[in-house]
């Protein structure tokens, strides 16, 4: 089985900086992807940032500029870098990868992480 384990989470002021960290555990072959989604109360789950196991980024437009996406060296672990946040970033963050479980076999699998909560107010 795969866990996704995120932290980093808490309350900060408009302005302020938090950085996510995402680590992947378990039966893992590879990670070829791994991502950042946030959800709102009332709204849905919104993609936030991506990367690839090649290292190519994507941004939703109204983080771009202030979120950073990385990858650690370990490769099982993601992070998210906000700066400059605003209280419309208040949301539960959850982290996402797309993983290989063995080599025999190219079938890929999505787990979540349990959510990071996120919350942008004075």
């Known amino acids: 089985q795969v866990q996704l384990v995120e932290s980093g989470g808490g309350l900060v002021q408009p302005g302020g900086s938090l950085r996510l960290s995402c680590a992947a555990s378990g039966s893992i072959f590879s990670i070829n992807a791994m991502g950042w989604y946030r959800q709102a109360p009332g709204n849905e789950r919104e993609l936030v940032a991506h990367?690839?196991?090649?290292?190519?980024?994507y941004y939703v437009d109204s983080v771009k500029g202030r979120f950073t996406i990385s990858r650690g060296i370990a490769e099982n672990t993601a992070y998210l870098q906000m700066n400059s946040l605003k209280p419309e970033d208040t949301a539960v963050y959850y982290c996402?990868?797309?993983?290989?479980?063995?080599?025999?076999?190219?079938?890929?699998?999505?787990?979540w992480g349990q959510g990071t909560q996120v919350t942008v107010s004075s």
């Open positions: 990367i690839t196991s090649g290292g190519s980024t």
């Open positions: 996402k990868a797309i993983i290989r479980r063995d080599s025999l076999s190219t079938n890929e699998y999505q787990y």
